[in-house]
């Protein structure tokens, strides 16, 4: 392989990776916790845009116990998104570890 071919193909990549970023960006993974009291929402990126508490686990006697939940429910979404865009580099990538992704 040429080295013109090469740097074309990398190009190709790169381009495919960048709408693949921009993808992971608009979509929304959920993450449940404490039977379904606390929901969090993180972008395929790994931001978080939604934490949602049903009002039954807010107890102003144990705090402790609700802001475990919503780390949890963080971690969780947080996680799930890295995963999902783990996935979908891989599949651009051929599973080729590619540093910051």
């Keep these: 392989m040429n080295i013109a071919?090469?740097?074309k193909e990398a190009q190709r990549m790169?381009?495919?990776m960048a709408e693949t970023q921009n993808e992971l960006?608009?979509?929304t993974i959920e993450a449940t916790v404490g039977g379904g009291k606390i929901k969090v929402a993180a972008t395929g990126?790994?931001?978080?845009?939604?934490?949602?508490?049903?009002?039954?686990?807010?107890?102003?006697?144990?705090?402790?116990?609700?802001e475990d939940l919503v780390l949890t429910g963080v971690r969780q979404a947080l996680e799930?998104?890295?995963?999902?865009?783990?996935a979908e580099?891989?599949?651009?990538?051929?599973?080729?570890?590619?540093?910051?992704?």
Excluded at 45 to 66: H, M, N, R, T, W
Excluded at 80 to 86: I, M, P, Q, S, V
Excluded at 89 to 101: A, D, E, N, S
């Design 45 to 66: 990126a790994g931001d978080i845009v939604s934490i949602k508490i049903a009002p039954e686990v807010v107890d102003p006697q144990d705090v402790e116990f609700l």
């Design 89 to 101: 580099m891989g599949k651009l990538t051929g599973g080729l570890k590619i540093p910051g992704f």
């Design 80 to 86: 799930d998104a890295k995963a999902l865009a783990g």
């Design 5 to 7: 071919k090469m740097m």
């Design 25 to 27: 960006a608009a979509r």
């Design 14 to 16: 790169q381009e495919r």
